[in-house]
C-alpha cells in the first residue's frame, strides 16, 4: 500500500523507540494512531501539518516527536520513556484538508485522514 510501517518491537519500560513510515510522495498532513489490545477504537497520537505544525495527545506530549523526512518520504514517532500503556499497534495515516496552502489535520480526528497503513506493533514491558 502507499502507507507502510516499520520499527515496531518490544521494549522495557522506561526505553525508546522509533517506528517509521514510508509514503509515496506528496504534501498531506500525516498522522500517527495506536489501537491497544481489545480496544474497538483507534487513538490519535499525534499530527503534523504539511507546514510542520505539529499536534499531540496529552498522554504522549514531552515523551513522543512525529517529524518526517521527505527526501526519504518517511515519517517518524520517536518513543521515549515508553509506558505499559503505550502498548499497542501504531497506525499511520496521511490527509488532511487543505485550505491556506497547506494541509491541516488534527491528531485525534480520524476524519481527518483518508489513507491508513497495516500498522506495527509496539509492547511495552512492565
Known amino acids: 500500500g502507499p502507507l507502510v510501517e516499520s520499527g515496531g518491537a518490544s521494549v522495557e519500560s522506561g526505553g525508546s523507540l522509533t517506528l517509521s513510515c514510508t509514503y509515496t510522495p506528496s504534501r498531506y498532513c500525516m498522522g500517527w494512531f495506536r489501537q491497544a489490545p481489545g480496544a474497538d477504537r483507534v487513538e490519535g497520537v499525534a499530527g503534523l501539518d504539511s507546514d510542520g505544525t505539529t499536534s499531540y495527545a496529552d498522554s504522549v506530549k514531552g515523551r513522543f516527536t512525529i517529524s518526517q523526512d521527505n527526501a526519504k518520504s518517511t515519517l517518524y514517532l520517536q518513543m521515549n520513556s515508553l509506558k505499559p500503556e503505550d502498548t499497542g499497534r501504531y497506525i499511520c495515516?496521511?490527509?488532511?484538508?487543505?485550505?491556506?496552502?497547506?494541509?491541516?489535520?488534527?491528531?485525534?480526528?480520524?476524519?481527518?485522514?483518508?489513507?491508513w497503513g497495516q500498522g506495527t506493533q509496539v509492547t511495552v514491558l512492565s
Open positions: 495515516a496521511a490527509g488532511g484538508f487543505y485550505t491556506g496552502g497547506v494541509y491541516h489535520c488534527k491528531y485525534n480526528r480520524r476524519e481527518h485522514f483518508g489513507t
